[in-house]
């Protein structure tokens, strides 16, 4: 059973940049796809993209020119680099092990296991 950990949540004034980190336990991304996801409360968990095993990555159209996903296999990491981070970016951020790496708008269906969820909030 694959366990994840974020950190690096926190707050950051628009335009700034962070980068969130999920910590992730035995060969979780040798296994799985991994993914980023966003929630802002009263909305619908969105995935903002995944990297396979093989290190392909695809991310949501609407952050791919700001958001970055990346892993460290060694250190057992997977990033989400944020830039020209915005206020509509408040959001709760978890990490996830996905069953499939398909097509964004599936996402939440292939979760595996959750990682507990970090908070970013953006001020303007």
């Known amino acids: 059973q694959a366990q994840l950990a974020e950190s690096g949540g926190g707050s950051v004034e628009a335009g700034g940049s962070l980068r969130l980190s999920c910590v992730y336990s035995?060969?979780?991304?040798?296994?799985?796809?991994m993914g980023w996801f966003r929630q802002v409360p009263g909305n619908e968990r969105e995935g903002l993209g995944w990297?396979?095993?093989?290190?392909?990555?695809n991310t949501r159209q609407s952050v791919k020119d700001r958001f970055t996903i990346s892993k460290d296999t060694a250190k057992r990491i997977l990033y989400l680099q944020m830039n020209n981070i915005q206020p509509d970016d408040t959001a709760t951020y978890s990490c996830?092990?996905?069953?499939?790496?398909?097509?964004?708008?599936?996402?939440?269906?292939?979760?595996?296991?959750w990682g507990q969820g970090t908070v970013v909030t953006v001020s303007s």
């Open positions: 990297i396979a095993t093989d290190g392909q990555s």
């Open positions: 996830a092990a996905l069953t499939w790496c398909g097509h964004l708008s599936l996402m939440p269906n292939y979760v595996h296991t």
């Open positions: 035995g060969d979780a991304a040798s296994t799985y796809c």
